[in-house]
């Protein structure tokens, strides 16, 4: 796989503050055997895959996904994607996957929909992330979720922006808010 980084962290948008090893993807990267990506992160119970649009290795991201099953059945493992690929040979690790989809505003020259692999992604319990910097985007996230079927219970705000009133009309339409957290150990101090 072509990998930016490897690295050990913790959740900062949905299921926040979990301890878990992140795989950040990016075709542009250092190329990486999916075994030795396995040795680093077998022993978690959560694996995050992100960055630039991991699906665009689905084979090998299945491959290592299905290993991951089959030494821990109880692994955990979060993908992160755009929701405009769908997964190679999800069979073997669908139930342990939840795929994160995120969906900039409609006016970013990155938001891009497939209705039908939004649906599929909504049908399996994908979680649906909406970057918003105003009520607008807010208004087109709740279109989106009425045009293609995504439950409440699926969506999540992610705003990108401080903007008035944004937290109330996110509770007006009952939908999940999912601020990223940054974490940072610049600051930290570990004593005894």
């Keep these: 796989m072509y990998i930016d980084k490897l690295e050990v962290g913790f959740t900062n948008m949905i299921n926040i503050g979990r301890c878990a090893y992140f795989v950040y993807c990016d075709k542009s990267g250092v190329f990486i055997t999916i075994e030795e990506i396995f040795e680093k992160c077998q022993s978690f119970h959560k694996v995050v ?13 299945a491959k290592l996904c299905k290993k991951l099953v089959k030494v821990n059945p109880r692994i955990n493992i ?7 690929i769908k997964p190679a040979e999800i069979t073997g690790y669908i139930n342990n996957t939840v795929f994160n989809v995120l969906v900039p505003p409609k006016n970013n020259i990155r938001y891009k929909v497939d209705s039908l692999l939004f649906i599929w992604y909504s049908e399996v319990g994908s979680n649906f992330i909406f970057e918003t910097a105003s009520v607008e985007d807010i208004d087109n996230a709740i279109t989106l979720m009425n045009t293609i079927g995504i439950k409440k219970s699926q969506s999540f705000i992610n705003p990108i922006s401080d903007v008035k009133n944004l937290n109330r009309q996110v509770m007006f339409y009952g939908i999940n808010l999912a601020p990223k957290v940054e974490w940072s150990d610049e600051n930290d101090e570990y004593t005894n």
């Design 49 to 61: 895959i992100a960055g630039d649009e991991p699906l665009l290795q689905k084979e090998e991201i």
């Design 78 to 84: 979060e993908i992160f994607t755009t929701g405009n």
